[in-house]
Nanobody, 119 residues
C-alpha cells in the first residue's frame, strides 16, 4: 500500500509564493513519474507540471516561468514552487505518482491541498 501526503497549501495574496510538498510512503521500489495537477471549482482536473526519473520535465503553459517542479528521490518526494501567483491559480492541487511496488506500477494520488490566491 502506498500513500501520498501533501502539504504547503494556503491563502496568499496575488504576486506571492507558495511551495507544495508531497511525500510517498509504503512498499516503494521506485517512482517514475511525479506530477502536480489542479482542479478549480467547476473545472476539470488539469496538469500543472510533471517530472520523470530520467529528468524530463514539462509544464502547462499557465505555469511556465512561474512554477518549478523538483523531486527528491531519496525521500520519494516531489515539490512545486509557485511564484508570482495569480487569482486564477486558485484550486485544489493534487500530487500524482506512478509507483513501482512489488512487480507492478500503479497510479497514486494525494488527498489534495487548497491553494487560494486573493486579488
Amino acid at each position: 500500500q502506498v500513500q501520498l501526503v501533501e502539504s504547503g497549501g494556503g491563502l496568499v495574496q496575488a504576486g506571492g509564493s507558495l511551495r507544495l510538498s508531497c511525500a510517498a510512503s509504503g512498499s516503494i521500489f521506485s517512482i517514475n513519474v511525479m506530477g502536480w495537477y489542479r482542479q478549480a471549482p467547476g473545472k476539470q482536473r488539469e496538469l500543472v507540471a510533471r517530472t520523470t526519473s530520467s529528468g524530463f520535465t514539462n509544464y502547462a503553459d499557465s505555469g511556465k516561468g512561474r512554477f518549478t517542479i523538483s523531486r527528491d528521490n531519496a525521500k520519494n518526494a516531489v515539490y512545486l514552487q509557485m511564484n508570482s501567483l495569480k487569482p486564477e491559480d486558485t484550486a485544489v492541487y493534487y500530487c500524482n505518482m506512478f509507483v513501482l511496488t512489488s512487480g507492478r506500477t500503479d497510479d497514486y494520488w494525494g488527498q489534495g491541498t487548497q491553494v487560494t490566491v486573493s486579488s
